[in-house]
């Protein structure tokens, strides 16, 4: 079964800043649109940033200017870098792959959480 595994979430004060990583086969880095979206109790999940392969990058205005999506193809990595970042943000991270409306792969989620 194809799995995505996500790292690097944690606690972190107001302004601060944080770096999750996502891991997967390598054949899916180059195929697929990669992304990472966010949720919080109570609400629908939301993309927060992707980047297709062609390595055309989208993110979503609220965190525009903060956030920044990667990947590294040859090591199989997907980033999202977090800075200044905001009570607001706090929710669990997912990573996602998707190929087509039925062919999306998730990750667990990592809790990230902005407190001070």
């Known amino acids: 079964q194809v799995q995505l595994v996500e790292s690097g979430g944690g606690l972190v004060q107001p302004g601060g800043s944080l770096r999750l990583s996502c891991s997967g086969p390598?054949?899916?880095?180059?195929?697929?649109?990669m992304g990472w979206y966010r949720q919080v109790p109570g609400k629908q999940r939301e993309v927060v940033a992707s980047?297709?392969?062609?390595?055309?990058?989208y993110v979503t205005d609220s965190v525009k200017g903060r956030f920044t999506i990667s990947k590294d193809s040859a090591n199989n990595i997907l980033y999202l870098q977090m800075n200044r970042m905001k009570s607001e943000d706090t929710a669990v991270y997912y990573c996602?792959?998707?190929?087509?409306?039925?062919?999306?792969?998730w990750g667990q989620g990592t809790q990230v959480s902005v407190s001070s």
């Open positions: 996602n792959a998707r190929r087509s409306a039925l062919n999306i792969l």
């Open positions: 390598g054949n899916i880095f180059k195929t697929y649109t």
């Open positions: 980047i297709n392969p062609s390595n055309i990058s």
